[in-house]
């Protein structure tokens, strides 16, 4: 399996209602996207410094069910319509379990 793991940082403008918007869209992609074995997501709790505001995890069979999550359509409209508009900086790794 592969594991994938972005944390976000948003901009200092980011209203509760766009973060509520990221997840509202990032809540319908296990449904849209065949190759999610697991999906989760969260805003930071703020118990250290300099973390960033968000966390997305995703599990896949192999490399090409990722591959096929991250150049999905619906993936790459909630990634253009609602996070880059408050991004102010990304980070991911991807690994095997």
């Known amino acids: 399996m592969i594991r994938h793991c972005v944390t976000l940082t948003f901009s200092p403008g980011a ?40 966390v997305v995890v995703g599990d896949f069979d192999d490399v090409d069910g990722y591959l096929a999550y991250r150049d999905h359509p619906a993936h790459q409209k909630v990634i253009v319509e609602n996070i880059r508009p408050i991004l102010s900086g990304r980070s991911a790794v991807q690994y095997e379990l």
Do not use: C, K
């Open 15 to 54: 209203t509760a209602e766009q973060i509520a918007a990221v997840e509202h869209a990032l809540s319908a992609l296990p449904e849209a996207i065949e190759a999610i074995r697991g999906y989760s997501f969260g805003r930071d709790l703020g118990l250290g410094e300099g973390n960033a505001s968000f």
